[in-house]
């Protein structure tokens, strides 16, 4: 019983690892901010830190940094990629539903906004695999 519970155990985060290793790499970005019509674009990268995976988001001559987890939501039936960071002094965050494209890249969608404030119209981003990335 033992061995089976450690063979679970070690299988449950290589998948976690494996998800991180997923989703890192150089994106392009479409996205409309919160509460706002306009839209942008730019590039984010995902990429590891130690044993935590950062974002460096670049849109127009604004370059932000935030950190991201795989994190569970709808009481956890969802595994969901977080990005969190400040941009002009307000926290947002990110909730992101990941998918491979046709070609086995992850394609990301994103609902972000401010923590604990109330809004009826979140931003949105979507994100690419950048194939032209270095």
Not at 42 to 55: A, F, N, S
Not at 74 to 80: C, F, I, K, M, P
Request: charged residues 30%.
């Amino acid at each position: 019983m033992f061995i089976i519970f450690m063979l679970l155990s070690s299988l449950s985060g290589a998948d976690e690892t494996g998800l991180s290793d997923f989703l890192v790499g150089k994106y392009l970005l479409i996205g409309k901010a919160p509460d706002s019509e306009a839209t942008y674009s730019g590039k984010l990268e995902i990429y590891r830190d130690k044993e935590k995976l950062k974002v460096l988001r670049k849109i127009g001559n604004m370059i932000v940094e935030g950190e991201a987890a795989i994190e569970y939501a709808l009481n956890g039936d969802a595994e969901v990629l977080r990005i969190r960071f400040t941009e002009d002094s307000k926290d947002y965050e990110e909730t992101c539903l990941f998918r491979p494209d046709l070609d086995n890249y992850a394609r990301i969608s994103c609902y972000w906004y401010q923590p604990g404030i109330n809004t009826d119209k979140p931003g949105m981003e979507a994100l690419f695999y950048d194939h032209t990335a270095n």
